[in-house]
């Protein structure tokens, strides 16, 4: 199975400073057809996870433009340019090329 | 879009559970649909995933052979059939609508709880 590794597990914030997530792959994510299935989620305390970001740096409707994603082949970035209280949760990355489809463990963003 | 799982609850370990899955607000029979679980406390795992037609059919290995996915299109209904279950199945299952190798949309999940 694709093991995706997270950095920061926990990243503490100061609000309307900028943070980042890393995300890497243990195989590279394009697919067969070009595209690159690399996915980011938020998952607020007692809610369903929500995607932000697809196919790398698609930005979903609604996601605030803060939110950015970036990488290829095994190495992805999540950044928030300046974080604000609602941003707090736990981001997950996910990779959708190889089945298992699987996740990184997840880094838990608070507030300083 | 909705999606409303249910058939949760404590089972004791060696024992079965089925769960559904009822979607509205989309056209069902076109999509993949999926099961994702969360164990307390822990991180994501994607279980099975299941073709429109239900043809084609997809589990993470930790399942395999004891876990079943089935749809009923005229019902708008996802099922996950779980037999021979362990402590380790304990989660909260979510029912989520495939989007070209991803998931837009969850479930609020259902808990399943596996102990003696």
């Known amino acids: 199975d694709v093991v995706m590794t997270q950095s920061p597990l926990s990243l503490p914030v100061t609000l309307g400073q900028p943070a980042s997530i890393s995300c890497r792959s243990s195989?590279?994510?394009?697919?067969?057809?070009?595209?690159?299935?690399l996915i980011w989620f938020q998952q607020r305390p007692g809610q369903s996870p929500r995607r932000l970001i697809y196919?790398?740096?698609n930005r979903d409707s609604g996601v605030p433009d803060r939110f950015s994603g970036s990488g290829s082949g095994t190495e992805f970035t999540l950044q928030i340019s300046r974080v604000e209280a609602d941003d707090v949760g736990v981001y997950y990355c996910?990779?959708?090329?190889?089945?298992?489809?699987?996740f990184g463990q997840g880094t838990e963003v608070e507030i300083k | 879009v909705q999606l409303v799982e249910s058939g949760g609850g404590l089972v004791q370990p060696g024992g079965s559970l089925r769960l559904s899955c009822v979607a509205s607000?989309?056209?069902?029979?076109?999509?993949?649909m999926g099961w994702v679980r969360q164990a307390p406390g822990k991180g994501l795992e994607c279980v099975a995933n299941?073709?429109?037609?239900?043809?084609?059919?997809y589990f993470v290995d930790s399942v395999r052979g004891r876990f079943t996915v089935s749809r009923d299109n005229a019902k708008n209904s996802l099922y996950l059939q779980m037999d021979s279950l362990r402590a380790d199945d304990t989660a909260l299952y979510y029912c989520?609508?495939?989007?070209?190798?991803?998931?837009?949309?969850w479930g609020p999940g259902v808990l399943v709880t596996v102990s003696s």
């Open positions: 989520v609508r495939n989007d070209d190798h991803d998931f837009v949309y």
């Open positions: 607000g989309f056209s069902f029979n076109v999509y993949w």
């Open positions: 299941i073709n429109p037609d239900g043809s084609q059919k």
């Open positions: 195989q590279s994510l394009a697919y067969s057809n070009g595209n690159t299935y």
């Open positions: 196919k790398v740096s």
């Open positions: 996910m990779q959708g090329t190889h089945w298992p489809w699987t």
